[in-house]
Every structure is written in C-alpha cells, then in structure tokens.
C-alpha cells in the first residue's frame, strides 16, 4: 500500500485563487485541508514523514473569526445590548453559516480525507467543512497577520456581519415557538429525535416531532438534529396561526382539572389528617381520665394541683 496522495502545485494555485490568497508558507494551507484520518492513514504506512491534521489551526481560527466578528458587530451595532450583540455573533458563528461559506469556496473539493471517512461519506460533513474553514482562517492568520485575515473573514462573510449588523437576528424557531406557546398558557413543547438513515449524498438524516401538551403537533427532518428539530418547530408554529389546535386545548383543559382535582384531595387529606390528630388527641385524654379514675383514692393526691 503506498501513502495517500497530497495536493499537487497545479491544485494549490487553484485553490489560492478561490480564496484569494497567495501563501507564503502554502504547508500551512495543506494542514488547513487535512482532515484527521487522513493522518491516521499516512502514519499507517509512512512513518519517517510527518503531516498534521487542522485541528491546531481550526482552534486558533475560530479564536480570530469570534474576535473579528464581535468587533465588527460591536462597532456597527451601537444600539444592541450584550444579549443581541452575542445573539448576532453566534449567528454567523456557527456550523451553518460556515458550512455554506466553505461550499461557496468548494472546499468539499479539495478536503484530504482518509478512504474509510470518504467511503461513509461521499461529500465533506457539515462539521468537517465547518472546521477547514475555520482552519484556513488560522492559516491565513500565521501566514498573513491579523489585517489579511480581517480582509479574508469580509471578503466571504461581510455580507452576513453587515445584514446582523442593521437588522439583527430573527428568533430560533425552537425559541419562537416556545414562547408562543408558554404566552397560550400551555406547557413547555417537548420534542423526540431518531435517526432516519443517510440520504444519497452519504449525510445522516434525522427525524424529529414536537409535542404540545402530550399531543403530536408537527414533524420535520433534517442533516442534524437541530435542523429537524427547528423544521418541526416551524411547521408546528404554521399549525398555531388559527390559534391553539382543539386536541391541545382539551388536553391541557383536561391537565389543568386534574391538577385541581389533585389539589382538593391534598386539601381533604390534610383535613382528615388534622381530624385524625384531633381525635388521638381526644383518644389520649380519655385514657388519662380512665387511668386517673380507676388509681387508688391515696396515689390520686398526684393527679391534683398544688397551691
């Protein structure tokens, strides 16, 4: 078995035009692309040639990308609060939004993946591609400085931080949904996830359904499980417009009687338990009396009060 093949010349310059960077030190581009089982493979069957994998550059990228992008929201964003301010950030930082940078690049394309990941996986997961982006930013950065990664992070996110930067962050679905049903009155939505195979691309595929008030209100799939968590609270949102469904309105009726009916019979409890005291109370009085009557006429001398 001879050792995977890595990037020839030809294929980092197509790359560097991609992402509009020339690297001094394209090694650093290589390891920005180097997924951690293909690693594991090299070192399998060529020992005496080290590589590493992103992992050391994907943290230091996601340091600088969480930096640049809170200044930038920081000074676009005079009138946000910490609350709204974190809320933005965490918007354009996250999987989703750095997965779909990474495919408007192609970086799908160029990802060095051991055989066994790429064979399950017949396209980069989201979280991988995530990743590599954030580790090309770690390139970019000990290649480049600070200002060339400032300039990169604009160049392929500036369009998101600005659009976060003016209008701000729509709520999750999943908290959206949240707060109009606890606003009804009704308890907390309750969602159960399963896995439901892989799709033709080789992604895990979930399945999710939100319940209301023990009652099934929507379903939603999706390539994680948040995704098909907020599909369902999306549809299950839809289904509220006309107002609280009638199954979840008789459910939560029917919760809220048996509540009350639970609490007068904790009610009727302690009432009985009180007359229930009362009455060994009354029990031990009486068996005192009884005692006290039947004691010799000399020893009742204890029983009375002295002056």
């Known amino acids: 078995m001879s050792a995977p093949e890595t990037f020839p010349e030809s294929q980092m310059l197509e790359l560097e035009s991609k992402l509009g960077v020339s690297f001094t030190n394209r090694n650093l581009l290589r390891q920005a692309l ?123 996110l500036g369009d998101q931080i600005e659009h976060v930067a003016r209008n701000g962050v729509e709520k999750d679905p999943k908290s959206a949904f949240q707060e109009l049903v606890q606003g009804s009155g009704l308890q907390t939505p309750r969602y159960e996830t399963r896995s439901a195979g892989f799709n033709s691309d080789g992604q895990q595929i979930y399945f999710a359904k939100v319940f209301v008030e023990g009652s099934a209100i929507a379903s939603g799939s999706g390539t994680s499980k948040s995704k098909a968590q907020k599909t369902a609270a999306e549809r299950a949102t ?55 009557s039947q004691v010799p006429k000399r020893r009742q001398l204890i029983f009375k009060r002295t002056d």
């Open 238 to 292: 839809e289904s509220f417009a006309a107002g609280v469904p009638s199954k979840v309105a008789d459910s939560a009726a029917r919760r809220k009687r048996g509540t009350q009916t639970r609490g007068d019979d904790r009610v009727g409890t302690r009432r009985g338990s009180v007359q229930l005291s009362f009455k060994r109370v009354g029990g031990w009085l009486s068996q005192i009396g009884l005692r006290r």
């Open 34 to 156: 180097t997924h951690e089982s293909f690693v594991n493979e090299w070192v399998s069957v060529d020992t005496n040639r080290e590589i590493r994998s992103y992992e050391r550059l994907e943290y230091l990228g996601d340091a600088v990308l969480t930096y640049i992008v809170a200044k930038a929201l920081f000074e676009r964003s005079g009138a946000a609060n910490e609350g709204e301010l974190s809320m933005g950030r965490a918007h354009i930082v996250c999987k989703d939004s750095l997965s779909q940078a990474a495919k408007r690049l192609g970086l799908g394309d160029h990802i060095l993946l051991g055989k066994g990941e790429a064979a399950y996986h017949s396209i980069p997961r989201d979280s991988v591609l995530e990743d590599t982006f954030e580790a090309i930013i770690g390139a970019v950065h000990e290649d480049q400085g600070f200002d060339a990664t400032r300039e990169f992070v604009f160049e392929h």
